[in-house]
């Protein structure tokens, strides 16, 4: 069962969005020569946290249990805060630079300069002709992988955007290669991709039609 998520869970959305994320590769990118403990640290406190309140009043999140099984973030792109995965990385490392010794900091900003390149969530302006729907998040915890609550979620999400009505257009940006096929069965096209100059991290830009729009 899919439920709005209170302002009191913040926090456990944030540990929770983490410790499914940590291993992506953006982060591993970030965070590489970074003691593990402290990467999660930073990223669970200072992304994610700042993140989910960022998001709160501006967003739909949505999550599945009586705890947190599932978690989906849909964002209107017609809003001026247009959510982006690498921009708020960059502003991560920012934030979390109080925590961080200089060689640290040298470090993660060495780390961070292919990322930056893929700093913009205005890609989908080129095949969308209004601003989409966004699909920010989606995350799913290791243990009900496969039971069917991807499909339940995304369902969810689906059947919401057309009642908010913002768009014919829903967009997604993964940076898991397996995750691509997967989208594709639930209706999203393959529009683009970027892959940093250091050919470390590609994101795979991903818009759905809907309505009238999917049937041209």
Request: one cysteine or more; glycine letters at 6%.
């Amino acid at each position: 069962m899919m439920r709005r998520i209170g302002r009191n869970e913040l926090r456990p959305l944030s540990e929770f969005l983490a410790e499914q994320f940590y291993e992506t590769e953006p982060f591993q990118s970030a965070m590489r020569g970074i003691d593990p403990d402290k990467a999660k640290r930073l990223i669970t406190e200072k992304y994610y946290e700042q993140l989910s309140h960022s998001l709160y009043d501006r967003s739909d999140i949505f999550v599945s249990g009586k705890g947190i099984s599932g978690a989906i973030i849909g964002v209107d792109g017609k809003n001026k805060m247009i959510y982006s995965f690498a921009p708020f990385i960059v502003d991560l490392i920012i934030k979390a630079f109080v925590l961080c010794s200089k060689e640290e900091r040298r470090r993660i900003l060495q780390n961070m300069k292919p990322l930056r390149e893929l700093s913009t969530a205005n890609w989908a302006k080129k095949f969308c002709k209004e601003a989409p729907y966004i699909l920010a998040i989606i995350a799913i915890e290791k243990e009900a992988r496969g039971t069917g609550l991807c499909r339940e979620m995304l369902e969810f999400f689906f059947d919401h955007a057309k009642t908010a009505g913002t768009s014919r257009y829903i967009s997604l940006e993964t940076y898991t290669p397996e995750n691509v096929p997967l989208y594709e069965h639930f209706g999203f096209q393959l529009a683009e991709k970027k892959t940093t100059a250091d050919g470390k991290v590609t994101e795979y830009r991903m818009i759905r039609k809907t309505g009238d729009e999917a049937a041209k």
